[in-house]
Nanobody
Framework: QVQLVESGGGLVQPGGSLKLSCAAS????????MAWHRQAPGKQRELVAS???????KYADSVKGRFTISRDNAKNTVYLQMNSLKPEDTAVYYC?????????WGQGTQVTVSS
């Protein structure tokens, strides 16, 4: 069974940093692209960043210059380095990937930015 498992969330003060990880496991022959989404309370889920196996990236305007998505194809793992965090970044962060031509979601990890 193919699954995505996120880690790295937590509580951080404004201006701080966190790094999220998401590892895919199972019988995988195709995984493209990989992405991070987030959902804040009372808001719709939104795309934060995505990355192809070739390294092409896209970012939401709200995180450009602060967040960096990266990927280790050998480990089927995607990362999200989050710097200069703001209270409005508080949300549940979900990993998503097209694995074997199916859209798979992780269980989500909470990120809270608060003093």
């Amino acid at each position: 069974q193919v699954q995505l498992v996120e880690s790295g969330g937590g509580l951080v003060q404004p201006g701080g940093s966190l790094k999220l990880s998401c590892a895919a496991s199972g019988s995988i022959f195709s995984i493209e692209p990989m992405a991070w989404h987030r959902q804040a309370p009372g808001k719709q889920r939104e795309l934060v960043a995505s990355i192809t196996s070739g390294g092409s990236t896209k970012y939401a305007d709200s995180v450009k210059g602060r967040f960096t998505i990266s990927r280790d194809n050998a480990k089927n793992t995607v990362y999200l380095q989050m710097n200069s965090l703001k209270p409005e970044d508080t949300a549940v962060y979900y990993c998503n990937a097209l694995i074997n031509f199916k859209s798979i979601w992780g269980q989500g990890t909470q990120v809270t930015v608060s003093s």
